[in-house]
């Protein structure tokens, strides 16, 4: 059988070995996605890697998916790592386990950690650093068979792993079936579509090979195969090798003659070769023989000999019998002949789709009751309670109590290993079995916070129920919220309002009432035209100001409220939201994201930024995938409004990743756009056309955030010269933005836009009159980016004479106080171009010898390209653009050359700040370059001290 799966491999063979050797001599890591159909010979490639990678000398980590196993959290992790960290010495383990890899003590099993995981985005984190570290000491092989039935949480953490692997001496070897692409499969699809993925897919086997093997067959007994013969096989199996070796052993064991008049009989014989194989076997054995295959393939490959026999209801001594006997047939993998203890040797089948014959011929019934027996006889043994629990969930409900005992500790369990979908599936068991009436409550409850993790959709009949069930009038509330909140997420605004006015009147405890009045207003940016809840809003405001969660979430909420008016009082209102610590750990992301990051970075308010990167970092430490994505989105959004381009294209690629593993259909819009915005900004159309697809906003009937994708999309448009659908585009998030009460051009400045598209069709009145508008907006509020966009854009739309250069001037000089480097970087360069056709060349070659400067330190090529076509018009020669010193870094470089001076190494660094060690190189190579040095010795000399 080997010989058959290895004809005709010799490109799979020779990447795999190339692959194997770049990870082990280069540190180049790499993922190798084997993909095929059932049998076409993927494990066997599998087995070969996994010798080349011994023979290199690389650490081979093996695990192998199961159908049955895809509801045990992180199983796959688990076979990959707990060997190996098992093995190991107590010193070794704890430098395995230090720093950032701490949280991947709750995965691997009950012996390594006795505190929980935390969030989910911690697990992944700390097993990246886990596996870092174990590949730090001698290259890694990670080899997976049938991936495409890997545990969704392992999947994640693949998926987490393979974008981070350009600098690790690890390989990731994967085979795997083909699968649709939807969203149920979506983390194989990022780990199949990342642009380091190398694919192999392996053929069928030619005519010419299947005559080599068929041949081979009857050879031994002195018997040539007719051509028409070989041509059946072939047919029969469609050249796949498993098939095809199955085949042949049943014609040779129901000895049908290789002549070209059987071939009807071969045609006949291969769809159901393996089954027929099977079963002709099986009929040959004992009975003891099939009880025991029966119960393998109930409990599952790497099943011990003494767990199958007693599920069997067989002797040991006779399953040990039966485990030679179908391992001589083929049936079973072969064992080692000598074990110290044999009741303890675990068995598998030779193939999936061996067991796949088995457990078919099984009734519905008979699975029921032999997964029911399963539970028992696994109990007895000591296995694992999530172990159970995934037998559990293949049995009718009987309103057994120690099924509901069972499903509730594998909830826990998966749970404190940060796998809030597997408890999801155990919760939702666990309710129908069902549980005792005093335990429905706290079942509910779980199954709503589990799937407010998920999948919003599925906590909403739970939390239902729960608010039904309670008489806790706090815990009522709390839940009532808690729907809400799901409600609003899904688009069902008046019912999301129905709940949280009956909470409302239920609850008496203040804080309770301001958290739900919060809620309430958290509506708008969902559904527009509640002016019911601006109003409201105006009565909250003359509450007291107390301390709370409660009283905090009703800040940030006035905050959003104010801001989107373009009161700058909303600034007041999300200071004091920033300093209620409750909000950062009392899951108040929808909050945070809303009331405290968008105004204060909309105001360019740089207090924002240590908020976010505490965000950030409690979401490695201890939160979750969903608490990630908008932190990581709003540094981007902040850094890419001060112009550095590359620092905001990292934290919006993270987010970007994190919405599509979790699945944050909300995020789409926010990421979308701000990506977009970016790429336009670097001169990539076509990546912005692509990011704004990504967001899945088609401008009809979409959530709130649909303004920044039309503002985008009408960015977009107007830089293709398409000015007619531009202007619509951008006229459609006005109104859009007004509908939710919104009028701050700092979020949304579609009047600028609108005029820039106006000019564009040369109505320029009526583009004077929309930037004249934003430029009153823009005051109002007081920020300058956005004053200092809307002067810009009000200079350019009334000309060059000296009203228009005042404008552009007065912009100029609000920017040179903020922030916004790339606003700045544009005024000047239109300040320049305005002076030029003015006469004024040799000052206008000063704004814009500046403009460009700063445009190329900010990386927005289109802007350097026009102003320095612009300073080559005034005569000039541009000079050469490098810039130097401590003003020169970005903000990521900053953050690692303060690191690297306090003495901590790269590794350390890239764990502080969430990166990978290749990132923190770069950042150093580009920090030595600027500041003139050759040494991190030599960083703190140079350095600006930041506080």
């Given at each position: 059988?080997?010989?058959?799966?290895?004809?005709?491999?010799?490109?799979?063979?020779?990447?795999?070995?190339?692959?194997?050797?770049?990870?082990?001599?280069?540190?180049?890591?790499?993922?190798?996605?084997?993909?095929?159909?059932?049998?076409?010979?993927?494990?066997?490639?599998?087995?070969?890697?996994?010798?080349?990678?011994?023979?290199?000398?690389?650490?081979?980590?093996?695990?192998?998916?199961?159908?049955?196993?895809?509801?045990?959290?992180?199983?796959?992790?688990?076979?990959?790592?707990?060997?190996?960290?098992?093995?190991?010495?107590?010193?070794?383990?704890?430098?395995?386990?230090?720093?950032?890899?701490?949280?991947?003590?709750?995965?691997?099993?009950?012996?390594?950690?006795?505190?929980?995981?935390?969030?989910?985005?911690a697990v992944l984190h700390g097993l990246y650093w886990l596996v870092s570290n174990v590949a730090s000491d001698s290259p890694v092989a990670l080899v997976i068979d049938d991936l495409q039935w890997a545990d969704p949480p392992?999947?994640?953490?693949?998926?987490?792993?393979?974008?981070?692997?350009?600098?690790?001496?690890?390989?990731?070897?994967?085979?795997?079936?083909?699968?649709?692409?939807?969203?149920?499969?979506?983390?194989?699809?990022?780990?199949?579509?990342?642009?380091?993925?190398?694919?192999?897919?392996?053929?069928?086997?030619?005519?010419?090979?299947?005559?080599?093997?068929?041949?081979?067959?009857?050879?031994?007994?002195?018997?040539?195969?007719?051509?028409?013969?070989?041509?059946?096989?072939?047919?029969?199996?469609?050249?796949?090798?498993?098939?095809?070796?199955?085949?042949?052993?049943?014609?040779?064991?129901?000895?049908?003659?290789?002549?070209?008049?059987?071939?009807?009989?071969?045609?006949?014989?291969?769809?159901?070769?393996?089954?027929?194989?099977?079963?002709?076997?099986?009929?040959?054995?004992?009975?003891?023989?099939?009880?025991?295959?029966?119960?393998?393939?109930?409990?599952?490959?790497?099943?011990?000999?003494?767990?199958?026999?007693?599920?069997?209801?067989?002797?040991?001594?006779?399953?040990?019998?039966?485990?030679?006997?179908?391992?001589?047939?083929?049936?079973?993998?072969?064992?080692?002949?000598?074990?110290?203890?044999?009741?303890?040797?675990?068995?598998?089948?030779?193939?999936?789709?061996?067991?796949?014959?088995?457990?078919?011929?099984?009734?519905?019934?008979?699975?029921?009751?032999?997964?029911?027996?399963?539970?028992?006889?696994?109990?007895?043994?000591?296995?694992?309670?999530?172990?159970?629990?995934?037998?559990?969930?293949?049995?009718?409900?009987?309103?057994?109590?120690?099924?509901?005992?069972?499903?509730?500790?594998?909830?826990?369990?998966?749970?404190?290993?940060?796998?809030?979908?597997?408890?999801?599936?155990?919760?939702?068991?666990?309710?129908?079995?069902?549980?005792?009436?005093?335990?429905?409550?706290?079942?509910?409850?779980?199954?709503?916070?589990?799937?407010?993790?998920?999948?919003?959709?599925?906590?909403?009949?739970?939390?239902?129920?729960?608010?039904?069930?309670s008489k806790d009038p706090v815990q009522r509330a709390i839940i009532s919220s808690q729907l809400a909140g799901a409600l609003q997420f899904l688009n069902q605004i008046p019912e999301a309002l129905k709940v949280q006015k009956?909470?409302?009147?239920?609850?008496?405890?203040?804080?309770?009432?301001?958290?739900?009045?919060?809620?309430?207003?958290?509506?708008?940016?969902?559904?527009?035209?509640?002016?019911?809840?601006?109003?409201?809003?105006?009565?909250?405001?003359?509450?007291?100001?107390?301390?709370?969660?409660?009283?905090?979430?009703?800040?940030?909420?006035?905050?959003?409220?104010?801001?989107?008016?373009?009161?700058?009082?909303?600034?007041?209102?999300?200071?004091?939201?920033?300093?209620?610590?409750?909000?950062?750990?009392?899951?108040?992301?929808?909050?945070?994201?809303?009331?405290?990051?968008?105004?204060?970075?909309?105001?360019?308010?740089?207090?924002?930024?240590?908020?976010?990167?505490?965000?950030?970092?409690?979401?490695?430490?201890?939160?979750?995938?969903?608490?990630?994505?908008?932190?990581?989105?709003?540094?981007?959004?902040?850094?890419?409004?001060?112009?550095?381009?590359?620092?905001?294209?990292?934290?919006?690629?993270?987010?970007?990743?994190?919405?599509?593993?979790?699945?944050?259909?909300?995020?789409?819009?926010?990421?979308?756009?701000?990506?977009?915005?970016?790429?336009?900004?670097?001169?990539?159309?076509?990546?912005?056309?692509?990011?704004?697809?990504?967001?899945?906003?088609?401008?009809?009937?979409?959530?709130?955030?649909?303004?920044f994708v039309l503002l985008s999309r009408a960015r977009l448009l107007r830089l293709k010269k398409q000015f007619n659908p531009a202007l619509a585009t951008a006229f459609q998030a006005g109104r859009r933005f007004s509908a939710?009460?919104?009028?701050?051009?700092?979020?949304?400045?579609?009047?600028?836009?609108?005029?820039?598209?106006?000019?564009?069709?040369?109505?320029?009145?009526?583009?004077?009159?929309?930037?004249?508008?934003?430029?009153?907006?823009?005051?109002?509020?007081?920020?300058?980016?956005?004053?200092?966009?809307?002067?810009?854009?009000?200079?350019?739309?009334?000309?060059?004479?000296?009203?228009?250069?005042?404008?552009?001037?007065?912009?100029?000089?609000?920017?040179?106080?903020?922030?916004?480097?790339?606003?700045?970087?544009?005024?000047?360069?239109?300040?320049?171009?305005?002076?030029?056709?003015?006469?004024?060349?040799?000052?206008?070659?000063?704004?814009?010898?500046?403009?460009?400067?700063?445009?190329?330190?900010?990386?927005?090529?289109?802007?350097?390209?026009?102003?320095?076509?612009?300073?080559?018009?005034?005569?000039?020669?541009?000079?050469?653009?490098?810039?130097?010193?401590?003003?020169?870094?970005?903000?990521?470089?900053?953050?690692?050359?303060?690191?690297?001076?306090?003495?901590?190494?790269?590794?350390?660094?890239?764990?502080?700040?969430?990166?990978?060690?290749?990132?923190?190189?770069?950042?150093?190579?580009?920090?030595?370059?600027?500041?003139?040095?050759?040494?991190?010795?030599?960083?703190?000399?140079?350095?600006?001290?930041?506080?």
């Amino acid at each position: 059988m080997a010989t058959s799966v290895l004809l005709e491999r010799e490109d799979e063979l020779l990447v795999l070995r190339r692959t194997i050797q770049a990870a082990k001599d280069d540190a180049k890591g790499a993922t190798i996605l084997v993909e095929g159909s059932a049998g076409v010979g993927k494990t066997r490639l599998l087995k070969e890697a996994r010798e080349v990678a011994h023979a290199l000398g690389l650490q081979v980590l093996a695990a192998y998916s199961s159908e049955l196993e895809q509801e045990f959290a992180f199983g796959i992790v688990r076979q990959l790592l707990e060997p190996v960290v098992g093995e190991t010495d107590s010193q070794q383990r704890a430098d395995w386990f230090s720093g950032a890899a701490e949280t991947a003590e709750a995965v691997l099993g009950s012996g390594f950690a006795s505190h929980p995981a935390g969030g989910d985005y911690a697990v992944l984190h700390g097993l990246y650093w886990l596996v870092s570290n174990v590949a730090s000491d001698s290259p890694v092989a990670l080899v997976i068979d049938d991936l495409q039935w890997a545990d969704p949480p392992s999947l994640r953490f693949l998926a987490y792993l393979v974008h981070r692997l350009e600098d690790l001496p690890i390989v990731v070897i994967a085979a795997t079936r083909p699968w649709l692409s939807d969203d149920n499969n979506r983390l194989l699809d990022m780990i199949s579509t990342d642009q380091a993925t190398v694919h192999l897919r392996p053929y069928p086997l030619s005519l010419e090979a299947t005559n080599f093997l068929v041949d081979g067959t009857f050879t031994k007994e002195g018997t040539e195969a007719d051509e028409d013969f070989v041509v059946a096989c072939h047919d029969a199996t469609a050249g796949n090798p498993l098939l095809l070796h199955q085949l042949l052993q049943v014609v040779q064991h129901e000895g049908i003659e290789p002549v070209g008049k059987n071939a009807s009989k071969v045609l006949d014989l291969g769809p159901q070769a393996i089954s027929r194989y099977v079963s002709s076997r099986l009929r040959e054995l004992s009975q003891s023989s099939e009880r025991l295959a029966e119960s393998i393939a109930i409990l599952g490959d790497g099943v011990q000999v003494a767990v199958a026999a007693e599920h069997a209801n067989i002797p040991l001594n006779e399953a040990l019998r039966s485990v030679q006997d179908l391992s001589r047939v083929n049936i079973l993998a072969g064992v080692a002949a000598k074990q110290v203890d044999p009741a303890r040797v675990r068995i598998s089948f030779v193939h999936p789709l061996v067991r796949a014959a088995i457990y078919g011929r099984l009734s519905p019934h008979t699975l029921m009751l032999a997964h029911g027996r399963a539970v028992q006889v696994l109990m007895a043994s000591g296995a694992e309670t999530e172990r159970l629990g995934v037998h559990v969930l293949q049995t009718l409900p009987s309103g057994d109590s120690d099924v509901v005992r069972i499903l509730r500790k594998a909830a826990d369990e998966a749970l404190h290993r940060g796998s809030p979908d597997i408890a999801y599936s155990y919760l939702r068991r666990c309710l129908a079995e069902p549980p005792p009436s005093d335990q429905r409550l706290e079942v509910l409850i779980q199954i709503g916070r589990c799937a407010q993790l998920l999948n919003l959709s599925g906590s909403v009949e739970p939390l239902r129920e729960a608010i039904e069930l309670s008489k806790d009038p706090v815990q009522r509330a709390i839940i009532s919220s808690q729907l809400a909140g799901a409600l609003q997420f899904l688009n069902q605004i008046p019912e999301a309002l129905k709940v949280q006015k009956v909470g409302l009147l239920e609850a008496h405890d203040e804080d309770v009432r301001r958290y739900l009045a919060a809620g309430m207003l958290a509506n708008l940016p969902f559904d527009p035209g509640h002016k019911d809840l601006i109003s409201y809003a105006d009565e909250l405001e003359q509450l007291e100001f107390r301390e709370g969660f409660g009283a905090g979430a009703l800040e940030s909420m006035l905050a959003m409220v104010r801001s989107w008016q373009g009161n700058p009082v909303g600034l007041d209102h999300a200071r004091r939201a920033m300093l209620n610590e409750q909000l950062s750990t009392m899951n108040g992301e929808i909050f945070l994201t809303l009331g405290v990051w968008q105004p204060l970075l909309a105001g360019d308010c740089e207090e924002v930024f240590p908020l976010l990167d505490e965000a950030i970092s409690r979401s490695h430490r201890t939160g979750s995938v969903r608490a990630l994505a908008p932190a990581t989105d709003h540094r981007g959004l902040g850094r890419l409004r001060q112009g550095y381009l590359a620092d905001a294209e990292a934290d919006l690629n993270v987010g970007k990743r994190v919405i599509e593993a979790a699945n944050i259909q909300i995020g789409r819009p926010f990421n979308g756009s701000f990506r977009a915005d970016l790429y336009m900004s670097q001169g990539r159309l076509d990546d912005a056309q692509e990011a704004l697809q990504w967001s899945r906003i088609s401008g009809t009937n979409d959530p709130g955030a649909a303004y920044f994708v039309l503002l985008s999309r009408a960015r977009l448009l107007r830089l293709k010269k398409q000015f007619n659908p531009a202007l619509a585009t951008a006229f459609q998030a006005g109104r859009r933005f007004s509908a939710h009460s919104g009028s701050n051009p700092a979020m949304v400045p579609w009047k600028s836009e609108a005029a820039l598209c106006l000019m564009a069709l040369n109505r320029l009145e009526e583009a004077r009159q929309y930037a004249e508008d934003e430029v009153d907006d823009a005051r109002r509020w007081g920020a300058s980016r956005a004053l200092g966009r809307a002067l810009r854009v009000a200079g350019l739309a009334i000309g060059n004479c000296e009203n228009g250069i005042n404008l552009l001037m007065e912009s100029v000089s609000v920017l040179a106080k903020s922030p916004a480097r790339l606003e700045y970087a544009i005024s000047m360069i239109k300040v320049g171009t305005a002076l030029y056709h003015q006469g004024k060349v040799r000052e206008a070659q000063e704004y814009l010898r500046r403009g460009v400067e700063l445009a190329d330190a900010c990386g927005a090529a289109p802007l350097v390209k026009n102003g320095t076509f612009a300073l080559k018009e005034t005569g000039a020669r541009p000079r050469r653009i490098n810039l130097k010193g401590p003003g020169s870094l970005t903000p990521s470089e900053i953050r690692v050359a303060e690191l690297a001076a306090a003495g901590a190494i790269n590794r350390e660094i890239a764990q502080s700040l969430f990166v990978t060690v290749k990132t923190v190189e770069v950042h150093l190579t580009s920090v030595y370059k600027k500041l003139g040095i050759s040494s991190r010795a030599e960083i703190a000399g140079k350095l600006i001290p930041t506080s």
